[in-house]
């Protein structure tokens, strides 16, 4: 639309003609000056410059319209370039401080733990962990695989097998919340046991777990009764809750964000093998978890677990959460989720 000619008013100065319409400027020549003006197109008309030819308003406001949608979509562009520009100067900041470091830390700052394989709960969304475990799996892990805690004096499950209480009576000990193992509400209380001492003076409290905040990340991993110790997978993963502080577990365990806690399919599980991660850094050959309850993970390992969880919820209700989940992780741990490495633990090497 060329606006030449056309006859306008100004607030004020008065009547005026548009001389010229070069794109977004127009010279008007105005009577009472009798000189001429430049102003911008077509902010300028509706707001101060009132056309005479009323039919081509219509047009115009549709114009206005389409040009603040892209004065804003063009804002929003410049401002994520703006904040990435940023991001990526707090992220070089902190690779030069690290660098300039006289002491170096470790930054082993994530723990992932090894979970007695239970079934309870298990459907087509969900690996298990969320019930006692079926009849089967507590026979194996208490007379075959004989896990620590399942084998114990205490244990319910046990004294089940044995005789000493019914099935009715665990059922009702689990559905009214009372304790049977930590597995079996693990993700529904979204929180990982971290074991006790087992000696000296701080016997039977607590273990404190080295390096691990607000923030690290918790890795959930387990294997089924028929996996080979190199099929150990990871079933869910979560940012450890602010209120942990020190790696101190008063309670015992550690506890997930509200937010930051994802948890996969048993095929999506099966995807997320824990050695494509981590390795022995003793014995780099040895793929076995072993009796210890934890062991320590870089930010970077981390990092590489989180970007292919993205990668394999890709398409699914979770997607957005694990995007968010990566970002909010790389960020916390001055990554560039941009720039993430491939895994290299033992089952790549």
Request: glycine share 6%; hydrophobic share 30%; charged share 30%.
């Amino acid at each position: 639309m060329n606006l030449t000619n056309e006859k306008v008013k100004h607030t004020v100065f008065g009547k005026g003609v548009i001389k010229s319409h070069e794109e977004d400027i127009l010279t008007i020549w105005f009577e009472r000056l009798n000189e001429e003006k430049q102003f911008e197109y077509p902010d300028s008309l509706g707001s101060f410059i009132k056309l005479e030819n009323q039919e081509l308003w219509p047009e115009i406001e549709k114009i206005k319209k389409e040009n603040n949608r892209e004065q804003t979509a063009k804002k929003l562009v410049e401002d994520e370039a703006n904040r990435e520009k940023a991001r990526r100067r707090k992220f070089e900041r902190a690779v030069n401080n690290a660098n300039n470091s006289s002491k170096k830390k470790s930054d082993k700052t994530n723990v992932a733990f090894h979970c007695s394989y239970c079934d309870g709960g298990i459907e087509s969304n969900t690996v298990g962990f969320a019930d006692i475990c079926s009849e089967e799996m507590m026979n194996h892990n208490v007379k075959v695989a004989k896990q620590i805690w399942c084998k114990s004096d205490d244990s319910k499950c046990r004294k089940y097998l044995d005789g000493e209480i019914s099935k009715e009576a665990l059922d009702i000990k689990s559905n009214d919340d009372n304790f049977v193992c930590y597995e079996s509400q693990m993700l529904e209380k979204w929180r990982a046991y971290v074991g006790v001492v087992q000696s000296g003076e701080r016997k039977g409290k607590p273990k404190t777990l080295r390096g691990i905040n607000a923030h690290s990340l918790a890795i959930l991993s387990t294997q089924r009764p028929t996996d080979m110790d190199e099929e150990r997978f990871i079933f869910a993963v979560f940012i450890v809750h602010e209120r942990h502080i020190g790696g101190q577990c008063e309670d015992g365990y550690v506890g997930a964000h509200d937010k930051y806690r994802i948890k996969l399919t048993l095929e999506e599980a099966k995807q997320l093998r824990f050695w494509t991660y981590h390795v022995n850094t003793t014995k780099p050959e040895s793929m076995v978890f072993g009796r210890a309850l934890q062991r320590y993970w870089t930010d970077l390992q981390s990092a590489q677990l989180l970007k292919d969880i993205v990668r394999i919820k890709r398409g699914t209700e979770d997607e957005a959460l694990s995007k968010e989940i990566f970002k909010f992780y790389c960020d916390t741990h001055t990554l560039d989720y941009l720039n993430i490495a491939s895994p290299s633990g033992a089952l790549i090497k």
